[in-house]
C-alpha cells in the first residue's frame, strides 16, 4: 500500500505542457451558495480527481485565492478551471447557451429527487450542490433536468456536500 505524507500531497502546479495531455472530462461542477471554504477547496478535488472541465463558484460561494480553499484543494484551485457567477442560475443558462445536449442535475433532497443510482447520465453534464444548510436553491433545482438524492438510512438527514457530490461523480464516470 502507498502511503502518502502532507508532503506528498502538497503537489507542485503542473506545467502548462503537462495540463495540456490531460483530457478534460464534459463535467461542470456548479456551487450554489456553498460557504465553507474548506468544502470550496474539496470540491476542487474532486474536480481534479475526475478531470472537470470547469468549475463554477456562484453567488457567496468564496473564490481562490484563500489560504483555506488553497490548503482544502491541495493546491488543485491553482490548475482546475474555475469561474465565479453571480448565480448558479447564471451559470446554467451561460452553459445551456454555450454547450449543447447539457444535462443538468442537482443534487439534493426533494419530493421532485430520484436515486442518484437509477439516473442515465449523459455527457455533457452539469452537477449542482447548495448551501450547506438550505440546499440548492428552489429556482435552480426549476431549471435541473434531474434531482439526484442519496438515500439515508440512519439517524443523521443529509452528507456533506463534497461527499454527496463524490458519490454522484463517480456513479456518473463509471462509463467514461
Known amino acids: ?50 478531470s472537470a472541465k470547469k468549475v463554477f463558484l456562484c453567488g457567496e460561494t468564496e473564490t481562490p485565492p484563500h489560504t483555506r480553499i488553497k490548503k482544502a484543494s491541495i493546491n488543485t484551485s491553482k490548475w482546475v478551471s474555475w469561474q465565479y457567477s453571480p448565480s448558479a442560475k447564471s451559470a446554467i443558462d451561460h452553459l445551456r447557451l454555450t454547450i449543447d445536449h447539457l444535462k443538468v442535475i442537482a443534487i439534493e433532497q426533494s419530493p421532485k429527487s430520484v436515486p442518484y443510482d437509477k439516473i442515465d447520465y449523459q455527457f455533457p453534464l452539469a452537477l449542482i450542490v447548495g448551501h450547506e444548510s438550505k440546499g440548492v436553491s428552489k429556482d435552480v433545482l426549476k431549471l435541473s433536468d434531474f434531482i439526484a438524492e442519496i438515500p439515508m438510512w440512519g439517524v443523521n438527514k443529509s452528507l456533506n456536500v463534497i461527499v454527496s457530490l463524490g458519490i454522484v461523480l463517480y456513479e456518473a464516470t463509471r462509463k467514461i
Request: aromatic share 6%; glycine share 6%; no cysteine.
Open 1 to 50: 500500500m502507498i502511503k502518502l505524507g502532507a508532503k506528498d500531497l502538497r503537489t507542485v502546479a503542473p506545467s502548462e505542457k503537462d495540463l495540456k495531455k490531460i483530457k478534460k472530462n464534459p463535467i461542470y461542477i456548479i456551487l450554489d451558495n456553498v460557504l465553507d471554504t474548506y468544502n470550496v477547496g474539496g470540491i476542487f478535488r474532486l474536480a481534479d480527481a475526475v
